[in-house]
């Protein structure tokens, strides 16, 4: 699976972006995705996952409430709806894949095969 993500740029505090993940292959509708940020100087960090069929999600707490994940198998499209987003989300937002059937996406980064090129979103305060 190759994965290209877009969306990504310059928001102010409070502002809305909505990151894309349009996946090439035939295994998309099978996996198991999930978005991960990293910011300068610090880990790579789980932000959302979502099981094949979209019907498991997950976020992490510091964005639950905020960000959406979600996903079109039809279009082998990933989305992240990022809402009232805060200068700490600034980071480059990667999506990653894994063959993964039943309700279930990973929130370590290591368990993924598949990675994006990233995109930068930048939230100034």
């Known amino acids: 699976v190759q994965l290209q993500a877009s969306g990504g740029g310059l928001v102010q505090a409070g502002g809305s972006l909505r990151l894309s993940c349009v996946a090439a292959g035939r295994t998309f509708s099978t996996s198991g995705m999930g978005w991960f940020r990293q910011a300068p100087g610090k880990e790579r960090e789980f932000v959302a996952g979502?099981?094949?069929?979209?019907?498991?999600?997950g976020y992490a707490d510091s964005v639950k409430g905020r960000f959406t994940v979600s996903r079109d198998n039809a279009k082998n499209t990933l989305y992240l709806q990022m809402n009232s987003l805060k200068p700490e989300d600034t980071a480059r937002y990667y999506c990653?894949?894994?063959?993964?059937?039943?309700?279930?996406?990973?929130?370590?980064?290591?368990?993924?095969?598949?990675w994006g090129q990233g995109t930068q979103v930048t939230v100034s305060s």
């Open positions: 990653a894949a894994v063959p993964l059937s039943g309700p279930y996406y990973y929130t370590t980064a290591k368990k993924y095969n598949y």
């Open positions: 979502i099981s094949w069929t979209g019907g498991s999600t």
